[in-house]
């Protein structure tokens, strides 16, 4: 699956921001979607999943600011796009934030993978 996300950038504190990735390969409609993020020093966390019926799985830290959604509609075959808006924004959300897709819970078979990172940075 490829995996190539948008939408980053500069945004003041309180701000919101709306990033997209679109996913594509095979199988891509039934597969989970999501984002993750990396503040500066530390790891990659998961920020929120989204499966292919719409079930939105959020890290405790963002739910409530950040939203979920994905679109297949008008999107090529073997296309999805998913979203995160993030409302509210503070310093702290200042990360590099990564698209990711997964296999489902109920696939036989394991796979996972990240695309490349769109910073976003939040000013005070």
């Known amino acids: 699956v490829q995996l190539q996300a948008s939408g980053g950038g500069l945004v003041q504190a309180g701000g919101s921001l709306r990033l997209s990735c679109v996913a594509s390969?095979?199988?891509?409609?039934?597969?989970?979607l999501g984002w993750y993020r990396q503040e500066p020093g530390k790891e990659r966390r998961q920020v929120a999943i989204i499966t292919s019926g719409g079930t939105e799985n959020y890290a405790s830290s963002f739910e409530g600011r950040f939203r979920i959604s994905r679109d297949a509609r008008g999107n090529a075959q073997n296309t999805n796009t998913v979203f995160l808006e993030m409302n509210n924004l503070n310093p702290g959300d200042t990360a590099v934030y990564y698209c990711?897709?997964?296999?489902?819970?109920?696939?036989?078979?394991?796979?996972?993978?990240w695309g490349q990172g769109t910073q976003v940075t939040v000013s005070s």
């Open positions: 390969g095979r199988n891509v409609r039934v597969m989970d």
């Open positions: 990711y897709v997964r296999t489902p819970r109920w696939a036989s078979e394991r796979y996972e993978d």
